[in-house]
């Protein structure tokens, strides 16, 4: 079974400020990994994915992740927030190739203050 | 506008109703996916389809939950005899494969 725990429900930085969102995950099979970002009234929208390769992905806004088997994490980090980035982040793990769902992990909402 | 699109965007009923939330895919895409998230939660997985046939639906939070895909395009989601426990956002995504492309759900309150 897979699973992701999202460590802090709630951050909150100034602008400017770096960024940081954990994630660890549990896979019994080489996991493919997702962050989402989903803003209020909205659906859920790819920040990025980890599926093989490179451990180190680039999404979209500024925001990368970085894979660690040894750590089983995947952390979101951006170096400097911006007012527009308050909104709920989700990590999710899964196999959609394989045809299996995502399974998220419970959120992290991110404030940012000025 | 080609996303994935879910009807109704809100829907308030009494305890007892029964409700049905229909999702369009996006066209291509073959594999469509419900979740129901709740406050406070990320996205709990509730069935799958790869075209018309259900996958996976093991999930399905009771027998009072059921999905269809008849053709392989547009899902319904009913939900009967309605619970107050049900009030939710119910969410649609479709994939070709690689992603989840989310629907922007449909809030469901039971009164």
């Known amino acids: 079974a897979q699973s992701v725990t999202q460590l802090g429900s709630h951050v909150s930085v100034s602008e400017g400020a770096l960024v940081l969102l954990r994630c660890n995950y549990s896979s019994s099979v080489p996991p493919y990994l997702f962050w989402y970002v989903q803003y209020p009234n909205q659906g859920l929208q790819l920040l990025l994915k980890y599926t093989t390769g490179t451990t180190l992905v680039k999404g979209i806004n500024g925001f990368e992740a970085e894979f660690k088997k040894s750590e089983t994490s995947f952390h979101l980090t951006k170096p400097s927030a911006h007012m527009s980035d308050a909104a709920e982040y989700f990590c999710a793990v899964g196999d959609l190739q394989a045809g299996t769902a995502l399974i998220f992990g419970k959120g992290t909402t991110l404030s940012v203050s000025s | 506008d080609t996303g994935v699109s879910q009807d109704p965007r809100h829907k308030i009923t009494k305890r007892g109703q029964n409700v049905t939330f229909r999702c369009d895919p996006i066209s291509e895409h073959n594999r469509l996916y419900w979740y129901r998230q709740t406050l406070g939660q990320g996205p709990e997985f509730l069935t799958y389809?790869?075209?018309?046939?259900?996958?996976?639906k093991s999930r399905l939070l009771s027998d009072r939950f059921s999905a269809e895909r008849p053709k392989g395009s547009f899902s319904t989601l009913e939900i009967q005899r309605t619970e107050q426990g049900d009030s939710a956002m119910y969410l649609c995504?479709?994939?070709?494969?690689?992603?989840?492309?989310f629907g922007e759900g449909s809030r469901l309150t039971v009164l």
């Open positions: 995504a479709s994939s070709p494969g690689g992603e989840l492309f």
């Open positions: 389809f790869q075209n018309e046939a259900q996958l996976e």
